[in-house]
């Protein structure tokens, strides 16, 4: 009876022996072992596989595990070194994009700067334009509202509200522009006689009574804003322009609502005083004017007697009471005398 033990091989157990026979593909060999041998190699094989953890030194026992540990250490570490390659191949091309698009978007804003500047250019040569030509204009129609029935002819036009209206906010550009340092205005600009040329107008309207009635009822906006930048402006400072402006505030006084109006707004009083202290006589000359026109009407004297009478700067007027020009001086007298009515509202 054979028995197969392993791949090429066939045992046969035959009358207390073993036979291991050997195949060949050409030739079959055989070898004939004894039943107590084999079952003795059989006990060999099995004490040795018992014994031989116990037999080998457990240092290298240890360093056969540290092997294998480190070898699958190093296996992870490859992956994620190969891992980390990919990662950076898809940074390298992100970057690469990155630049790519940098270099477009670095273009793109040469050629818009290029282009601000050219627009900036040209904005500047239409701005320059425009108060030219504004300027201009503006001159020739200050010269025309001398005439009456040229002021009733703009007044009756659909746009002169608007036009008054820009009026207000030129002027307010206008002195918004000026630096903090300035010492003295050139006269000669254009962007300086623009806006003279538009005070000029407004003072021209407001010396008729059309005029005054219209800018009470439908410019008071422009009104708020003269008042707004006389008090804006320093001392010495656009002495002319300051001029023009209380020359059309002292015209829309004659008018007794525009009286009301300019004298019952908000710091009207003490602008008067703060413009009292300019060092230039025909500001002060202005500022007299419209201080008389206020102390002259009994009904608007009586909301205004107490704040001036307790604010009113008493020496700065006996100032200009004793100043060279005689016609300063002669109206400071004159209001000086007007001024003792106070007294009598006490």
């Known amino acids: 009876m054979g ?9 046969e157990v035959a009358r207390g022996s073993v036979v ?33 953890p116990k037999i080998l030194d457990g240092d290298i026992v240890w360093m056969i595990q540290q092997v294998d540990a480190i070898e699958s250490s190093m296996e992870k ?31 793109e804003k040469l050629d818009l700067q290029q282009h601000l500047r050219e627009a900036k250019q040209q904005l500047l040569q239409q701005a320059e334009y425009c108060t030219e030509m504004g300027a201009a204009v503006c001159t020739l129609l200050w010269g025309v509202s001398n005439n009456e029935e040229a002021v009733k002819a703009i007044l009756r036009g659909r746009k002169a509200a608007r036009f008054f209206a820009i009026t207000a906010q030129t002027m307010e ?50 009104l708020d804003t003269m008042m707004h930048l006389l008090g804006e402006m320093k001392p010495g400072l656009c002495t002319k322009f300051k001029v023009l402006m209380l020359m059309s505030l002292y015209n829309v006084s004659i008018n007794l609502k525009g009286l009301k109006y300019i004298s019952e707004s908000p710091g009207f009083i003490p602008l008067l005083w703060w413009l009292l202290n300019d ?24 909301k205004s007697a107490c704040e001036m009478r307790d604010t009113l700067p008493f020496q700065r ?6 100043s060279h020009n005689v016609e300063l001086q002669a109206l400071a007298k004159e209001l000086l005398e007007d001024l003792k009515i106070l007294e009598y509202e006490a």
Request: net charge negative; glycine share 2%.
């Open 279 to 302: 060092p230039d006589t025909e500001v002060c000359l202005h500022v007299l004017r419209l201080l008389q026109s206020v102390i002259l009407e009994p009904e608007v004297l009586a």
């Open 173 to 222: 550009s206008f002195v918004k522009s000026l630096s903090e340092d300035v010492k003295q205005q050139d006269l000669d600009s254009d962007e300086n006689q623009f806006v003279l040329a538009l005070a000029g107008i407004v003072t021209n309207v407001a010396a008729l009574a059309c005029g005054r009635e219209f800018l009470v009822s439908s410019s008071r906006d422009l």
């Open 20 to 52: 291991c026979r050997e195949k060949d593909e050409i030739n079959e060999d055989f070898v004939q072992v004894r039943r107590r041998d084999l079952e003795r190699l059989t006990t060999e094989v099995m004490q040795l596989q018992d014994f031989l």
């Open 77 to 107: 570490k490859e992956e994620e070194i190969e891992q980390l390659k990919m990662d950076c191949e898809h940074f390298r091309a992100r970057l690469e994009a990155a630049q790519a698009d940098c270099m477009r978007e670095k273009k």
């Open 3 to 11: 028995e197969k033990i392993k791949s090429g091989f066939c045992v």
């Open 317 to 322: 007027i006996i100032t200009l009471s004793k």
